[in-house]
């Protein structure tokens, strides 16, 4: 559960749910929209992290 | 029926009062204006995630601001965005964070964000009792 992924994961669904509700009126819109943007934050965040991997740090 | 309920005219509700109850409550100015699924939701999910930050052993920055360490003054103001929970939290003595945790900055960011997302919320809360939502 504490892992950097699940972690993640747990911080994109605080974030969506918040912001979906503020954005959107209807409950059902709501869930819609919450569920694209937790796709799109762990999307996104696989995506650079994939980019940010050959870098050295 | 419907129409009925429709015409009724809501009672205007003082909009500093929803401001402040929307601060110190998550969701608070939301139940007050009747809005009352968005309400809950904000109460159950800003105070959870304010304290998964502290179960995160991430640390509530002192609001006592240090001109050599201003990061920490905003770190301490956006944790005050979450309203009483702050206070309840540093009153049960929670939040000391604990630097060599492995999830210490992941407390950190989830309890910072709880706060900003929650001055989000008021400023929701100030639009609908103003009337433009």
Redesign the interface.
Known sequence: M?SHLG?MA??AV??S??FA??MRDE?RDQLWFGSKLVAGFIGAGILIGWLLYPLPL | MRAAAADQVEPAINKYLVAVLAWAVPGGGHLLLRRRQKGVTFLIVLTLMFATGLWLEGRIFPLAFDLSQPLVGLAAVADLGIGIPYFIAKFMGQGAGRVVAITYEYGNAFAIVAGLLNMLVVLDAWDIAEGRK
């Open positions: 504490t972690l747990l911080f605080f974030v749910t918040v509700t503020l409950p």
